[in-house]
């Protein structure tokens, strides 16, 4: 049973840096791509990052730059770093196997404050 559970979100003024982390477990963290979602009020759920198996990334084009997606295979944790944040990356963050559903679970709440 894949369990993902998601930490390190805040409230930062705009310019700020968090990290978020993402501990799995119930799966083979090591073989699985893994995905960073984003889910803001009023706004569909968003790809933001992805981390594949052999270490290549993707970023949508609102966080390429600022984001970095990383990930720790001796203590099955993904991380986001995000830098130069910005009031538009105010969402509800979420981590997601590559393929599984994006936008569900605890996710946890960023705040950027202009």
């Known amino acids: 049973q894949v369990n993902l559970v998601e930490s390190g979100g805040g409230s930062v003024q705009a310019g700020g840096s968090l990290r978020l982390s993402c501990t799995a477990s119930?799966?083979?963290?090591?073989?699985?791509?893994m995905d960073w979602y984003r889910e803001a009020p009023g706004n569909e759920c968003e790809l933001v990052s992805t981390?594949?198996?052999?270490?290549?990334?993707y970023y949508a084009d609102s966080v390429k730059g600022r984001f970095t997606i990383s990930r720790d295979m001796t203590k099955n944790t993904l991380y986001l770093h995000m830098n130069s944040l910005k009031p538009e990356d105010t969402a509800v963050y979420y981590c997601?196997?590559?393929?599984?559903?994006?936008?569900w679970g605890q996710g946890t709440q960023v705040t950027v404050s202009s």
């Open positions: 981390i594949s198996s052999d270490g290549s990334t």
């Open positions: 119930g799966f083979t963290f090591d073989d699985t791509d």
């Open positions: 997601a196997t590559n393929g599984g559903v994006g936008c």
